[in-house]
């Protein structure tokens, strides 16, 4: 078993295979984790928030759906949620971002340098699929961002379906609601396949 730390305004990448478990923790309560993966085989394949909303016929996230690549293949499986608010439709954070918004993007940390960092990549844009992030859709289809609803200790768990390289990030933005106005640490605990079935082989013995 692998625990790995990122601490605010920061990223970092773990590799998993077939069967590998994740478990993203929300350390404090209240963080957005901007969550992304590439194929380890061919990185040109990477997580779709827009094929996984089509596939799963779904702009919520629920246990027991599947997170997919770019070219509708599997890549993940949701089997484990405390908190089931996560958000599908906004890309990461970055600096043109910030001027947009606030004015502030020179300099700002930002979940898309941080992801690509991690990647050793440079891709232009990155929406990836942002755990306990919190957008309410209303009824005249405007869009807003509210406080995340986890609490410390909330987290999910993923199931590996391929070999891939993921990076993870814990989002930089202070100056709205998104992280409830701060930038906090998060906790991965990554379970390969065969920790994970020797620990299910020990429960059925």
């Known amino acids: 078993m692998q625990r790995v730390s990122i601490p605010p305004f920061s990223g970092d990448l773990i ?29 040109e394949e990477i997580l779709s928030s827009g094929v996984t909303i089509d596939c799963n016929e779904s702009l919520r996230l629920n246990v ?24 599908l439709l906004h890309p990461c954070c970055r600096p043109e971002m910030y001027d947009f918004f606030y004015n502030n993007g020179e300099g700002h940390p930002s979940c898309l340098d941080n992801l690509n960092k991690a990647l050793g990549r440079e891709r232009g844009t990155i929406t990836p699929v942002n755990l306990f992030m919190h957008t309410v859709v209303h009824p005249d289809l405007t869009i ?13 768990t993923l199931r590996a379906r391929m070999h891939m390289r993921v990076a993870l990030a ?28 020797a620990s299910s082989d020990a429960v059925s013995e």
């Open 15 to 43: 590799e998993v295979r077939p069967g590998d478990l994740l478990m993203i923790i929300d350390d404090e309560g209240g963080q957005v984790v901007d969550f992304f993966a590439e194929s380890a085989v061919d990185p």
């Open 64 to 87: 027991g759906h599947t997170l997919y690549s770019d070219r509708y293949r599997p890549m993940f499986d949701l089997v484990e949620d405390t908190v089931g608010e996560h958000d």
């Open 144 to 156: 807003s961002v509210e406080e995340p609803l986890s609490k410390a200790g909330d987290h999910v």
């Open 170 to 197: 814990a989002c930089s933005v202070t100056e709205s609601k998104c992280n409830s106005g701060r930038s906090t640490s998060i906790t991965v605990i990554h379970t390969p396949n065969d920790d994970a079935a």
